[in-house]
């Protein structure tokens, strides 16, 4: 017994040296060139007062904060920038009068604001060279109500985009629609900058999870019906403060067909009226 525990810790010893050298070996690889000549093009862009990026600086971009790499090619999978911007967001009550919210949070009791945000005038394209991210959070930074733009539909291996509150507006693009590994959607925002003049590229995203459209305004949706029914694997879905009614909805809903397997429904702070 105590011979075979020896070996055993012989072995482990053996094979923790290796998995050290492996890893040794792979910081070697620095990230794609291409990739860091995007990443810093995209620091370029943006207004970084809070020095959000100050660690994006040298050749290995694998090393910048908020930016991981895939460990064997060195590309960049997951950008990780969540801002911490509240006022620029700040939901004004009076700019829908559905909310009831304006008890915990109203004019004289606006959330203390911090800095630690970007600011651009718009989402710059360079992000599209990021051709291998699965991961995208630009949450909380301030894209000048820009809208979002269509090359986001082009990072077609991303799992999980949140671009909640980070002051996009106008149309949310049907290209979306083409992210066909998307789990997690989250366009929420306490300002209804953002609309959707059509749901229909709900229908391409078999994989979602997660969607939140919160403070997305869907009063002109065409093809809200396939929000509720065409995403069988959808388990969490918020459409607070929506504008949505009765007239929108209502004729939609049939409890039989909706959404197998939501565990969470939000559609509070709309405009329904009565019985559906
Ligand atoms: C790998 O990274 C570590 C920590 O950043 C550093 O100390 C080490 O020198 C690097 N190894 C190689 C081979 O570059
Ligand atoms: C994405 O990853 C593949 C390997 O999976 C690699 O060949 C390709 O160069 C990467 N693309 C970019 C833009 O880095
Ligand atoms: C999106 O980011 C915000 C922080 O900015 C976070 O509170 C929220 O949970 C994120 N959404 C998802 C679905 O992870
Ligand atoms: C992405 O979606 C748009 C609009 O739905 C479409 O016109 C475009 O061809 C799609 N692009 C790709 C690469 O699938
Ligand atoms: C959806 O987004 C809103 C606003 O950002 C947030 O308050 C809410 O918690 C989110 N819902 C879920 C289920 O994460
Ligand atoms: C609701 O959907 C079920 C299943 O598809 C169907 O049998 C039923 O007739 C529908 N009810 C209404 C009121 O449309």
């Not at 991981?68 to 911007?85: E, F, I, P």
């Not at 959070?137 to 986001?152: A, Q, R, Y």
């Not at 994989?207 to 009063?219: A, F, P, Y």
């Amino acid at each position: 017994m105590r011979g075979m525990g020896f070996h055993l810790i012989f072995a482990s010893i053996f094979s923790l040296t290796t998995i050290h050298r492996c890893l040794g070996a792979q910081n070697m690889s620095l990230c794609n060139e291409a990739e860091r000549l995007s990443l810093f093009k995209f620091k370029e862009s943006v207004y970084d007062e809070s020095g959000m990026l100050s660690s994006w600086v040298g050749s290995d971009c694998c090393q910048w904060s908020g930016v991981h790499c895939d460990a064997a090619t060195g590309s960049v999978v997951s950008l990780r920038l969540t801002g911490q911007n509240i006022w620029n967001n700040y939901y004004f009550p009076e700019s829908n009068p559905a909310d009831e919210d304006s008890s915990t949070e109203n004019e004289d009791n606006y959330p203390v604001g911090q800095d630690c945000y970007l600011i651009s005038k718009e989402l710059d394209s360079s992000l599209a060279e990021l051709r291998n991210l699965t991961y995208l959070d630009l949450s909380g930074n301030d894209f000048g109500k820009s809208p979002i733009p269509e090359f986001i539909g082009s990072l077609k291996w991303l799992s999980y985009l949140n671009l909640s509150n980070a002051g996009f507006s106008g149309i949310i693009p049907s290209h979306i629609g083409n992210l066909s590994k998307l789990e997690i959607l989250d366009l929420s925002a306490r300002n209804q900058y953002l609309w959707a003049d059509d749901m229909a590229w709900v229908f391409s995203l078999s994989l979602l999870k997660h969607l939140n459209l919160s403070g997305v305004d869907l009063i002109r949706a065409q093809n809200i019906d396939m929000v509720l029914y065409m995403i069988p694997s959808l388990v969490e879905l918020s459409l607070s403060r929506c504008s949505l009614n009765n007239a929108r909805l209502g004729p939609y809903l049939n409890l039989s067909r909706l959404l197998p397997n939501i565990q969470y429904l939000d559609l509070s702070k709309n405009f329904f009226q009565g019985p559906f």
